[in-house]
């Protein structure tokens, strides 16, 4: 089945700098791969995702980059902003209607003014 | 405003009883999941729903059991066989695809259930 790594598990940058996250997924059928912002005791904020016919998706400060020959997927965040802290979740999944996502095990970021 | 909606937010349980979290969303959407998550882990898939009458077994479905009677409504029961059941539980929908080639389509998720063992 699907295994998808996240890495790296704690990222600390300063405000206004920016901020990388790169997940790896195993199942080459994988075709969705969502983004997700977890905030503490909330439950995970859909912030971008991309589906493996395009290569990039930019949303104001937040990018996404897809590469389907290495199987992997970066999350972008320029010019940070202290409320950007979280922990954030990447995901893969197959094109089959009600097919769950895999996650990967998050990243904390930690932005400090 | 449409949403989805999980109760209780904090429950205790006690050895060798059932308890049943609640999930409710009117976002119209026909697919419902529910996944645990422990710390330091992401997010595992215990069981999921893609229409009414009809739910299929995810990863750690063990002591674990659903019903779902009505689209609006995926309720998740924590059995008493569920050892290890302190953890966070979400729920998520999603809506039918209007188009095959985008079956897989976002998953929005419910505030949680922290569930503990007394």
């Known amino acids: 089945g699907e295994n998808v790594e996240q890495h790296p598990s704690t990222l600390s940058v300063q405000e206004g700098d920016s901020a990388v996250i790169k997940c790896t997924y195993s199942d080459s059928a994988s075709n969705y791969f969502p983004w997700y912002k977890q905030e503490l005791g909330k439950g995970p904020q859909l912030i971008i995702d991309i589906r493996s016919n395009v290569g990039e998706k930019k949303d104001q400060r937040i990018a996404v980059t897809l590469n389907k020959t290495a199987k992997h997927f970066s999350l972008h965040i320029t010019e940070t902003q202290p409320e950007d802290s979280a922990v954030y979740f990447c995901a893969a999944s197959k094109n089959q209607a009600g097919t769950a996502l895999i996650f990967g095990k998050g990243t904390t970021l930690s932005v400090s003014s | 405003d449409g949403g989805i909606t999980q109760s209780p937010k904090y429950l205790f349980r006690k050895e060798g009883q059932n308890v049943t979290l609640s999930c409710e969303q009117n976002l119209n959407h026909d697919a419902m999941y529910w996944y645990r998550q422990d710390p330091g882990q992401g997010l595992r898939l215990i069981y999921y729903?893609?229409?009414?009458?009809?739910?299929q077994k995810g990863d750690i479905a063990e002591g674990y059991s659903v019903s779902r009677e009505k689209k609006e409504s995926f309720p998740l029961t924590v059995t008493s066989a569920q050892k290890n059941p302190t953890a966070f539980y979400l729920c998520?929908?999603?809506?039918?695809?209007?188009?095959?080639?985008?079956?897989?389509?976002?998953?929005?998720f419910g505030d949680g259930t922290r569930l503990s063992i007394l």
């Open positions: 729903s893609q229409i009414v009458n009809d739910f």
């Open positions: 998520a929908s999603s809506r039918r695809p209007r188009d095959r080639a985008y079956s897989n389509q976002p998953q929005h």
